[in-house]
């Protein structure tokens, strides 16, 4: 082992990542430190939202009907205490925003962290494995993929709601989106890690692994995925932003969260009612931060899989 | 299908014939829900039966204020309690140039209650109609019946032998794959004919000279369009673009764009149609709730708590946007004299949560409630605003709002009544109070025997043997009173919690002249071309 080697070792966590090649392209891109901060902004409003929304929407006991449809703060008719105004129902726009994305986002991480779970170990296990578990998984991989996504999460909400039937859908929903989304998103993991997969087991040092004896499992879980995961977490950046889509379009369609909860997409569905009649706020301002939301998280994507593509330095 | 296309065919031939002729006026106009059978006993539902009414006719008929007025009866008298005589107008030809006879009248009153039919309540089943001579029927009860004829203007007659000829006696029902001639085809008394139907799509009408009561006309149109237009925004589009001369209903969050513009008005008013809750009263143990062992809504204090905690002006305001009529009592005050004895519990949030406390839910209770969303005006913000005027009483409700569809299958006798909370709208087809007591208050078993609708089974011995009598009582003051006896019982009890009767709310051209119903039925026979 090298003099260098150790002393980065000793010097910690940080001074490596400011040594590190990404931190250099991360501090070239000025568009990415941007979509940085906003992704950060918007993370850690949705986080902190009990702490830091004027009004909670969730607390029912607190709604008053007649305060509802009144416009943003600025406008005539508006009331300073709601900011961007207020819903149909008197719930104010703000916090509603800072409640739902925390919603929307927590759909997506859980819905990406489910796809990327079974999409490793599906596809770890037909590339290290290859023959007829390769052909059965990755065959049911394509024909997955020939249908839309939206379609598969339309298909498996419908048919969970129908088993479970009614009343519990506020406890129900979020789960059912999770495993919705993340089903119909597992097949680009399994893709991407079996072809890096094949490459990498016939490596001399999986050679080496095997040689000596180790378990099939260890060798893939040590050896082989620590040398996939670059591919993965791009994969997961980006499917991120598009699970947070996702979820807002099955809201939007009414499948999703349903509106005593809502998420971005359910306030958008909302508001949509009331778009024509002049009533825009409560449409814009969730669907612009849909937008920014999206497309941070999308221009991060975007540079980490520049920044990670040895073919691109 | 061959028949369909050599139909067709021949339609489109008279159409462009008929277009050669003179200057017309064609009315167009979009509903939102579809006209998929012609077949006048298909299906019971408003839309259907209203627009059907314009081409057939039955012996009574409603006027703009709904009032009963003869149809293709030109009078009739009860000649003892069980004997009713109608006489019928003479001179009255179908479409295809039939005279309309006593036998047809018989044949009618024996399909409509035929396998199949959807409107088999019209008439009593085991009332018998005799034919005294071609243009005098009976009508033979078991037992008195005052409100016989209510239902009879959507009750249609038929003509016997064009029905016989072309395959039609047997009812073409809503579930029905196959069709026959009279599901596809029509033949009535009425003014207008149908020309082209393509089922669930459009449907072309004109006018139709020979009608017995063309001398009397009220309308000056030739031919009607009519569109179903599903989505409420490309409706209202429809309408401002001046591509329809009506469209209904229009949202009422956009009433105020279409009285801004300058061509097109919001025709307004109220509709018959109450909304209410209803609160599962049967049950030993409540569905969907953190109550064991017992049902709150068994304690008559419990209902009334709910009953104070909605502030209903509030819904009013701002859910209805002014559109509805807060109401006290489950049926309209158009359909009952005595509405204005009947009072609201007052919005007290304050009494309601007294009243809890002393049911022994100081703190509240859990509960599921039951909301359909896409079959009234704003049905689903209404449950939202409920839910929260509840939590603020410290009743925490679990709002599951269901397109209409699910949300039937699940309530109703045919899911088990399996609610415990819910909201619904009523409105009885006889524009009387036996039927919303019948339906809504009277007994019922767990498989739906008695109060059909009852959904909460509310149940009261009193209230029964008051609908019983109401049945049979032929003398208007008596019976009065006895309805009013009954409502104040049922609102003493909190039975149900009415809310609103909803409004009517249709988009007009300047150029068209229509009335509105409040039964949100259109007549073409009203409407008017400027």
Same mark, same amino acid.
């Given at each position: 082992?090298?003099?260098?080697?150790?002393?980065?070792?000793?010097?910690?966590?940080?001074?490596?990542?400011?040594?590190?090649?990404?931190?250099?392209?991360?501090?070239?891109?000025?568009?990415?430190?941007?979509?940085?901060?906003?992704?950060?902004?918007?993370?850690?409003?949705?986080?902190?939202?009990?702490?830091?929304?004027?009004?909670?929407?969730?607390?029912?006991?607190?709604?008053?009907?007649?305060?509802?449809?009144?416009?943003?703060?600025?406008?005539?008719?508006?009331?300073?205490?709601?900011?961007?105004?207020?819903?149909?129902?008197?719930?104010?726009?703000?916090?509603?925003?800072?409640?739902?994305?925390?919603?929307?986002?927590?759909?997506?991480?859980?819905?990406?962290?489910?796809?990327?779970?079974?999409?490793?170990?599906?596809?770890?296990?037909?590339?290290?494995?290859?023959?007829?578990?390769?052909?059965?998984?990755?065959?049911?991989?394509?024909?997955?993929?020939?249908?839309?996504?939206?379609?598969?999460?339309?298909?498996?909400?419908?048919?969970?709601?129908?088993?479970?039937?009614?009343?519990?859908?506020?406890?129900?929903?979020?789960?059912?989106?999770?495993?919705?989304?993340?089903?119909?998103?597992?097949?680009?993991?399994?893709?991407?890690?079996?072809?890096?997969?094949?490459?990498?087991?016939?490596?001399?040092?999986?050679?080496?692994?095997?040689?000596?004896?180790?378990?099939?499992?260890?060798?893939?879980?040590?050896?082989?995925?620590?040398?996939?995961?670059?591919?993965?977490?791009?994969?997961?950046?980006?499917?991120?932003?598009?699970?947070?889509?996702?979820?807002?379009?099955?809201?939007?369609?009414?499948?999703?969260?349903?509106?005593?909860?809502?998420?971005?997409?359910?306030?958008?569905?909302?508001?949509?009612?009331?778009?024509?009649?002049?009533?825009?706020?409560?449409?814009?301002?969730?669907?612009?931060?849909?937008?920014?939301?999206?497309?941070?998280?999308?221009?991060?994507?975007?540079?980490?899989?520049?920044?990670?593509?040895?073919?691109?330095? | 299908?061959?028949?369909?296309?050599?139909?067709?065919?021949?339609?489109?031939?008279?159409?462009?014939?008929?277009?050669?002729?003179?200057?017309?006026?064609?009315?167009?106009?979009?509903?939102?829900?579809?006209?998929?059978?012609?077949?006048?006993?298909?299906?019971?539902?408003?839309?259907?039966?209203?627009?059907?009414?314009?081409?057939?006719?039955?012996?009574?008929?409603?006027?703009?204020?709904?009032?009963?007025?003869?149809?293709?009866?030109?009078?009739?008298?009860?000649?003892?309690?069980?004997?009713?005589?109608?006489?019928?107008?003479?001179?009255?030809?179908?479409?295809?140039?039939?005279?309309?006879?006593?036998?047809?009248?018989?044949?009618?009153?024996?399909?409509?209650?035929?396998?199949?039919?959807?409107?088999?309540?019209?008439?009593?089943?085991?009332?018998?109609?005799?034919?005294?001579?071609?243009?005098?029927?009976?009508?033979?009860?078991?037992?008195?019946?005052?409100?016989?004829?209510?239902?009879?203007?959507?009750?249609?007659?038929?003509?016997?032998?064009?029905?016989?000829?072309?395959?039609?006696?047997?009812?073409?029902?809503?579930?029905?794959?196959?069709?026959?001639?009279?599901?596809?085809?029509?033949?009535?008394?009425?003014?207008?004919?149908?020309?082209?139907?393509?089922?669930?799509?459009?449907?072309?009408?004109?006018?139709?000279?020979?009608?017995?009561?063309?001398?009397?006309?009220?309308?000056?149109?030739?031919?009607?369009?009519?569109?179903?237009?599903?989505?409420?925004?490309?409706?209202?589009?429809?309408?401002?673009?001046?591509?329809?001369?009506?469209?209904?209903?229009?949202?009422?969050?956009?009433?105020?764009?279409?009285?801004?513009?300058?061509?097109?008005?919001?025709?307004?008013?109220?509709?018959?149609?109450?909304?209410?809750?209803?609160?599962?009263?049967?049950?030993?143990?409540?569905?969907?709730?953190?109550?064991?062992?017992?049902?709150?809504?068994?304690?008559?204090?419990?209902?009334?708590?709910?009953?104070?905690?909605?502030?209903?002006?509030?819904?009013?305001?701002?859910?209805?946007?002014?559109?509805?009529?807060?109401?006290?009592?489950?049926?309209?005050?158009?359909?009952?004299?005595?509405?204005?004895?009947?009072?609201?519990?007052?919005?007290?949030?304050?009494?309601?949560?007294?009243?809890?406390? /002393? !049911? &022994?839910?100081?703190?509240? %209770?859990?509960? *599921?409630?039951? +909301?359909? @969303? #896409?079959?009234?005006?704003?049905?689903?913000?209404?449950?939202?605003?409920?839910?929260?005027?509840?939590?603020?009483?410290?009743?925490?409700?679990?709002?599951?709002?269901?397109?209409?569809?699910?949300?039937?299958?699940?309530?109703?006798?045919?899911?088990?009544?399996?609610?415990?909370?819910?909201?619904?709208?009523?409105?009885?087809?006889?524009?009387?109070?036996?039927?919303?007591?019948?339906?809504?208050?009277?007994?019922?078993? /767990? !498989? &739906?025997?008695?109060?059909? %609708?009852?959904? *909460?089974?509310? +149940?009261? @011995? #009193?209230?029964?043997?008051?609908?019983?009598?109401?049945?049979?009582?032929?003398?208007?003051?008596?019976?009065?009173?006895?309805?009013?006896?009954?409502?104040?019982?049922?609102?003493?009890?909190?039975?149900?919690?009415?809310?609103?009767?909803?409004?009517?709310?249709?988009?007009?051209?300047?150029?068209?002249?229509?009335?509105?119903?409040?039964?949100?039925?259109?007549?073409?026979?009203?409407?008017?071309?400027?």
């Amino acid at each position: 082992m090298s003099t260098d080697a150790q002393e980065l070792e000793r010097a910690g966590f940080w001074a490596r990542a400011r040594d590190s090649d990404i931190w250099y392209s991360f501090k070239r891109s000025k568009i990415t430190i941007v979509a940085a901060i906003i992704t950060v902004l918007i993370f850690g409003s949705a986080f902190f939202a009990p702490l830091i929304a004027p009004h909670n929407p969730f607390d029912l006991a607190t709604l008053s009907l007649l305060d509802s449809l009144l416009p943003p703060a600025w406008e005539q008719g508006g009331d300073p205490r709601y900011l961007l105004g207020t819903d149909d129902q008197g719930r104010d726009i703000l916090s509603t925003i800072l409640y739902g994305s925390r919603i929307s986002l927590a759909v997506g991480f859980a819905a990406v962290v489910f796809a990327a779970v079974l999409g490793i170990s599906l596809g770890l296990l037909a590339g290290y494995a290859g023959g007829r578990t390769d052909s059965i998984i990755m065959r049911i991989a394509d024909v997955q993929l020939t249908f839309p996504a939206i379609l598969i999460a339309l298909l498996i909400d419908g048919s969970v709601r129908g088993v479970l039937g009614g009343i519990d859908r506020e406890q129900s929903a979020f789960y059912v989106l999770v495993v919705s989304i993340g089903l119909s998103f597992w097949v680009q993991y399994a893709r991407t890690v079996r072809s890096s997969t094949l490459v990498e087991k016939n490596k001399e040092y999986v050679q080496a692994a095997r040689l000596i004896g180790l378990h099939p499992i260890r060798i893939m879980a040590r050896h082989v995925l620590p040398n996939v995961m670059g591919p993965v977490l791009v994969i997961a950046t980006i499917n991120l932003a598009l699970a947070v889509i996702t979820e807002a379009t099955l809201s939007f369609l009414g499948v999703g969260i349903p509106p005593t909860q809502p998420s971005l997409g359910t306030m958008i569905r909302i508001g949509n009612d009331f778009l024509f009649s002049g009533e825009w706020w409560i449409t814009i301002f969730p669907g612009i931060t849909l937008a920014i939301l999206v497309l941070a998280v999308n221009l991060l994507g975007d540079w980490l899989r520049d920044a990670l593509n040895p073919r691109l330095r | 299908m061959l028949l369909r296309k050599s139909l067709l065919g021949a339609t489109l031939l008279t159409g462009l014939f008929a277009t050669q002729a003179m200057a017309e006026n064609t009315f167009k106009f979009a509903f939102q829900g579809t006209l998929k059978s012609l077949d006048p006993y298909s299906l019971n539902e408003t839309f259907t039966l209203g627009t059907l009414g314009n081409v057939y006719e039955g012996l009574t008929k409603r006027g703009p204020d709904l009032q009963i007025a003869p149809g293709l009866a030109e009078s009739w008298e009860v000649v003892e309690p069980t004997r009713w005589r109608f006489h019928l107008r003479k001179g009255v030809k179908f479409h295809n140039g039939n005279d309309f006879t006593a036998a047809d009248v018989v044949f009618s009153a024996d399909r409509v209650r035929s396998e199949g039919s959807d409107l088999k309540t019209r008439i009593p089943a085991d009332a018998k109609f005799e034919a005294v001579d071609d243009y005098t029927v009976d009508v033979v009860l078991t037992s008195p019946n005052p409100i016989l004829h209510y239902e009879w203007d959507t009750w249609v007659m038929i003509d016997k032998e064009w029905a016989e000829a072309n395959d039609s006696v047997r009812v073409t029902s809503a579930s029905d794959q196959s069709a026959t001639t009279i599901s596809l085809q029509s033949n009535g008394t009425g003014p207008f004919k149908i020309t082209d139907h393509d089922g669930g799509v459009k449907t072309m009408m004109e006018s139709n000279p020979d009608w017995w009561d063309a001398g009397n006309k009220k309308y000056n149109i030739d031919k009607v369009e009519f569109a179903t237009i599903a989505s409420d925004a490309t409706r209202v589009a429809a309408l401002l673009s001046g591509e329809m001369d009506l469209v209904y209903p229009i949202p009422v969050q956009d009433i105020k764009r279409v009285e801004d513009n300058a061509t097109i008005s919001a025709k307004t008013g109220p509709e018959l149609r109450t909304i209410f809750l209803g609160m599962d009263q049967m049950r030993d143990e409540l569905l969907y709730s953190s109550v064991k062992g017992k049902n709150p809504f068994q304690d008559k204090r419990v209902r009334e708590a709910f009953y104070h905690a909605i502030d209903i002006e509030a819904i009013k305001q701002k859910v209805m946007r002014n559109l509805a009529t807060p109401s006290s009592i489950m049926i309209s005050p158009f359909m009952f004299d005595n509405a204005s004895k009947i009072a609201r519990l007052s919005y007290d949030p304050d009494a309601a949560k007294s009243l809890l406390k /002393e !049911a &022994g839910y100081p703190d509240g %209770f859990e509960v *599921g409630m039951d +909301c359909p @969303n #896409d079959r009234y005006v704003n049905d689903e913000a209404i449950c939202q605003a409920v839910v929260a005027m509840l939590a603020r009483v410290g009743v925490k409700v679990k709002l599951n709002a269901q397109p209409k569809a699910q949300y039937f299958a699940k309530v109703l006798a045919s899911g088990g009544f399996d609610t415990s909370f819910y909201l619904l709208g009523w409105t009885p087809g006889s524009f009387d109070s036996w039927n919303v007591l019948s339906n809504l208050h009277g007994c019922r078993d /767990e !498989a &739906g025997n008695g109060g059909m %609708f009852n959904l *909460g089974g509310y +149940c009261n @011995n #009193d209230v029964d043997s008051l609908t019983s009598q109401i049945l049979v009582e032929n003398d208007p003051n008596k019976r009065l009173d006895l309805i009013t006896q009954a409502y104040q019982i049922t609102t003493a009890e909190s039975a149900y919690i009415p809310l609103h009767q909803q409004g009517l709310a249709w988009g007009v051209s300047e150029k068209a002249d229509v009335v509105q119903r409040a039964d949100n039925v259109l007549m073409l026979y009203h409407v008017n071309m400027k």
